[in-house]
């Protein structure tokens, strides 16, 4: 299963982003989805997550008002909404596949990463 995201870039605070990740063939519904942040300082983090019928979302608590993450499976595309976007929000953000909700809120065995795109914030 490939992870395919895009949608990173440079931007002024405040400002807007949408990031995309999609998984090619008919597998993608049957997932819940995932987005994860890391800067060179600090571990992965958790940022949200969405089930795959889309009827729960989770946040990090430092995204919960300004990020909003959703799902078109007909399109086959997960989607970060990022608003009011802060300088420490700038990391690279993955997105990620599982088989279990609780397993992507948690960091756990999770099955696929797509490839990083980077988000930076500038103040």
């Known amino acids: 299963v490939q992870l395919q995201a895009s949608g990173g870039g440079v931007v002024q605070a405040g400002g807007s982003l949408r990031l995309s990740c999609r998984i090619p063939g008919p597998a993608f519904s049957l997932f819940h989805m995932g987005w994860f942040r890391q800067t060179p300082e600090k571990d992965r983090d958790f940022v949200a997550a969405?089930?795959?019928?889309?009827?729960?979302?989770l946040y990090a608590e430092s995204v919960e008002g300004r990020f909003t993450i959703s799902r078109d499976n007909a399109k086959n595309a997960v989607y970060l909404q990022m608003n009011n976007l802060r300088p420490e929000d700038t990391a690279v953000y993955y997105c990620?596949?599982?088989?279990?909700?609780?397993?992507?809120?948690?960091?756990?065995?999770?099955?696929?990463w797509g490839q990083g795109a980077q988000v930076t914030v500038s103040s």
């Open positions: 969405i089930s795959s019928s889309a009827k729960t979302t």
């Open positions: 990620a596949a599982d088989g279990r909700i609780d397993h992507l809120r948690e960091q756990r065995g999770i099955d696929y």
